[in-house]
């Protein structure tokens, strides 16, 4: 079964300081997405990505935060200055077809400190 | 605007007894609809989803869901449950965009 890779699966970083997530989605997707779960709350959508640029994103994601796909097989998620708020578990998700059921990764907790 | 409600935010059920996990959404267009399970420390994984046709869904591990436009309802279903259904349910509307709005999800805990 083709898998959706988050790397790390924690990462501890001080407040102020640049944080990259990084995620293989499924090598034939197009869909690209980040959510993030903050403890006890619900899962909520960051941004989707497709053909090489952001398709909709929500008003977390804010000027801290910038989406790349680097290379063709990597997505990542890059908050600038992190914020104690930020610590959340991140999801990264990948779909064939969009809206129609995506293949998520088994997360990165980030805590800030 | 879209919303997801997932009335319980905990089950408890001893096991091989039926469960039921109840949602409801709104949405003023037609909809997309999905239950997730998140078991301790891992990621989501798609248990069902609602696209078109048949509104009675048919998932993984005996799972099933029915989609009740009238209601506004995609309740999830099992029949006989284990422990190991013991796990973090949510459940996921998407309108005309491909982002997904979760509920909050409801806890089944399963008990001997």
């Known amino acids: 079964e083709p898998e959706v890779t988050q790397t790390p699966s924690h990462q501890v970083t001080q407040m102020g300081q640049e944080v990259i997530l990084r995620c293989v989605p499924i090598?034939?997707?197009?869909?690209f997405y980040w959510y993030r779960q903050i403890l006890g709350q619900k899962v909520e959508f960051l941004v989707s990505f497709y053909n090489n640029e952001i398709s909709e994103k929500s008003e977390i994601f804010d000027d801290q935060f910038s989406v790349e796909r680097p290379d063709g097989s990597n997505f990542t998620l890059k908050i600038r200055s992190t914020k104690l708020e930020d610590s959340a578990m991140y999801f990264c998700a990948s779909s064939a077809q969009g809206r129609d059921g995506y293949t998520f990764g088994s997360g990165t907790r980030l805590t800030v400190v | 605007a879209q919303s997801v409600t997932q009335l319980d935010s905990q089950v408890p059920v001893f096991e091989e007894a039926p469960v039921e996990l109840r949602c409801n959404y709104s949405?003023?267009?037609?909809?997309?609809l999905f239950w997730y399970v998140q078991y301790p420390n891992q990621g989501l994984q798609l248990l069902l989803k609602y696209l078109s046709g048949s509104t009675l869904v048919k998932g993984i591990n005996g799972f099933e869901a029915e989609f009740n436009k009238s209601q506004t309802s995609f309740h999830l279903r099992k029949p006989s449950v284990h422990i190991s259904d013991t796990a973090e349910y949510f459940c996921?509307?998407?309108?005309?965009?491909?982002?997904?709005?979760f509920g909050t999800g409801t806890r089944l805990q399963v008990f001997p």
């Open positions: 996921a509307v998407s309108d005309n965009t491909d982002k997904l709005i």
């Open positions: 090598s034939n997707h197009l869909y």
């Open positions: 949405s003023s267009v037609s909809v997309y």
